[in-house]
Every structure is written in structure tokens, then in C-alpha cells.
């Protein structure tokens, strides 16, 4: 009897394990010029930004960005992010930016573009398919000043998939190097790195928040994690963005930044990142790289740990 039901016990967990595989995907892209689109059939996943998004009518121009995701979309087509919105214009969806750093000993900031010390710019793509793209952005001193310069490349290396659970992800590798021989400092600072800015209306009372060691929103600032997701209800269905950080990452388990509940008052919204130098700088040296890889899962419907557990274990494919 012990055995039938130990037999029975394996077979389930094999079933469960195996209904999240990856699984091959038919995307197909769609250049407009401006964007790449990403869709299954005729549903629209996400767009890359890659020309140059500007903020809104009479807002400071410093505020524009090229090389960022906007809208990441569930496939039910709920829109998952938020765009240079008017509390904090310098956030783009999902992005990459770094926030403290040194540079031939001056302070640049890559993230908070009022302080006109740094930007990230799109350059060109090496490569682009149906099932994603591989792109050149340059991360760019004293931007549009005599003084402007390029102290980082960046190759970010993006490809999507999909599970049999209802939704999709993308698989986001980043991979940084000097651009001339000065080295770079991400000093030790409480947010940097890949970053998103989730649905405005997803707040205090509308989702929820867990992290890989069991965290809630109001506790997970400064903690280190594996995986993190946000979840509730995205008009009239259920989503879930859960994102993955890959066990050969700087620092790993990551830091994590996140706002808790009386940051962004009155909205509550939240933002949270990966901050793999919250704690402990980085001095990116001549000759070398840094690469940080992530798992996005944009699901429609919630999960619990246990499933995140299952989802997080990206490396053996």
C-alpha cells in the first residue's frame, strides 16, 4: 500500500513539473519603425522600444530614453507596466539602468535623467527573429553636452518562450563592457540594475507580492531573493509577473529593491528591481564583463510559492 501511494505521489509531481515546462513558441515580429512588436497570432506580448521615446507634452525633455520594453502585456491583453508616468518620468516599463556609479572619478548617474549625467541608448540590432532579437545599447556619459561619452556596452540578448501554464516569458541576458579603458563603479546603493514599474491600478489592495524566502511587499526591501512575483487581478482576469534571477548572477540570491506601500502615495503602485550592488559595489575593470540573466513570466493566472519554485528552476533548460 505504501508503494502504490508513493507511486501515485511521484506520478503527480512529475505531471505538475511537466505542465510548466518551456515549450517551443510560434511569436512573430513586427518592425514599425519605431518598436518591435512581439505577438502570438494576434495577440501582442511586448514592444521594444528602440528609437526614441519622449515624455509628454511639456515636460523637460531630459526625459527621454530609447532601449526599453513598454507595453509588456498579459496574453488576455492587459497592459503589465507603467510608462514615464508623472510622479517619476525616468521610468520605462521594464528597463536596465544603473543609479550610483564612478566614472574617471566623477559621479554618473544612468537612471535619474534629470541630473543629466547619464543615459542608455539604443544603437543598432545584431540580430532579430521571430522568437527575439539580439541588441547593442551604450550607456552614455554627459549625454548631448561637448562632454558626452560612452563608458559601457551593453548586448542584451532577448528571447521569449512559453509553458503549458497560460501565459508566456522572456528570457532577458544582459551583458556590460567597458567602452574605453576607464573603469566603471556601481558603488553600493539601494536601487540598479534591470527594473520594472508595474499597472498603476496594482497597489496595497489589489496584489500581492512574494518573494523567494517567503517575503511580503511591506517586508521584502533590502531582502535577498531568487524569485520574485506580483500578482492580482488585471481587469477582469487574474495575471501574475514573476521574475527570475539566474544562480550565475552577481551576488546571488539579489537584493531587492521594492516600494512598499506608502512610497508612491496616493497611487501605492509599485516598483521593485534586482540590485545586485544594493549592498556591496562592483568595479567593472578593463578587459572584463558583467552578465546578469532574468526570467520574466507573464502569466494569466496567480500562482503560489510552490509553483514559483518549479518555474524558477530556468538553468536546466
Known amino acids: 500500500m505504501k508503494t502504490a501511494i508513493f507511486s501515485i505521489g511521484v506520478f503527480l509531481i512529475s505531471l505538475f513539473l511537466g505542465s510548466c515546462q518551456p515549450s517551443e513558441t510560434s511569436c512573430s515580429v513586427v518592425d514599425t519603425g519605431k518598436t518591435l512588436d512581439y505577438k502570438i497570432g494576434d495577440k ?6 528602440y528609437t526614441t521615446v519622449y515624455p509628454a507634452s511639456g515636460v523637460d525633455s531630459v526625459y527621454k530614453r530609447s532601449g526599453f520594453i513598454h507595453p509588456l502585456k498579459t496574453l488576455g491583453g492587459e497592459v503589465m507596466t507603467n510608462c514615464s508616468p508623472a510622479d517619476h518620468y525616468h521610468h520605462f516599463g521594464l528597463w536596465y539602468a544603473w543609479t ?21 541608448r539604443f544603437r543598432n540590432f545584431e540580430h532579430v ?28 540578448e532577448i528571447n521569449i518562450g512559453t509553458t503549458s501554464l497560460p501565459g508566456y516569458y522572456i528570457d532577458y541576458h544582459t551583458t556590460i563592457r567597458l567602452a574605453s579603458p576607464s573603469p566603471i563603479t556601481m558603488e553600493a546603493y539601494r536601487y540598479g540594475g534591470i527594473c520594472i514599474r508595474t499597472r498603476e491600478d496594482w497597489n496595497d489592495q489589489t496584489a500581492e507580492m512574494l518573494t523567494s524566502e517567503g517575503l511580503s511587499r511591506d517586508e521584502a526591501d533590502g531582502s535577498r531573493a531568487r524569485w520574485c512575483y506580483y500578482q492580482g487581478k488585471a481587469g477582469n482576469e487574474k495575471a501574475c509577473i514573476l521574475i527570475v534571477a539566474s544562480p550565475s548572477n552577481l551576488n546571488y540570491p539579489e537584493p531587492l529593491r521594492v516600494w512598499d506601500k506608502t512610497v508612491n502615495k496616493p497611487a501605492g503602485d509599485v516598483m521593485w528591481n534586482f540590485s545586485p550592488t544594493k549592498q556591496k559595489a562592483f568595479t567593472l575593470e578593463p578587459g572584463k564583463e558583467l ?9 494569466d493566472k496567480n500562482i503560489n510559492a510552490t509553483t514559483a ?8 533548460d
Not at 44 to 49: A, D, I, M, Q, V
Open 44 to 49: 501582442l506580448l511586448f514592444s521594444y522600444n
Open 100 to 120: 550610483k556609479t564612478t566614472f574617471e572619478g566623477n559621479e554618473i548617474d544612468f537612471w535619474n535623467l534629470h541630473k543629466k549625467q547619464g543615459t542608455v
Open 129 to 156: 527573429s521571430d522568437n527575439g532579437f539580439v541588441a547593442t545599447l551604450d550607456h552614455v556619459v554627459y549625454p548631448d553636452s561637448p562632454a558626452e561619452k560612452v563608458a559601457m556596452n551593453e548586448r542584451l
Open 291 to 299: 552578465s546578469l540573466s532574468y526570467r520574466i513570466y507573464v502569466l
Open 309 to 316: 519554485e518549479v518555474l524558477s528552476d530556468f538553468e536546466r
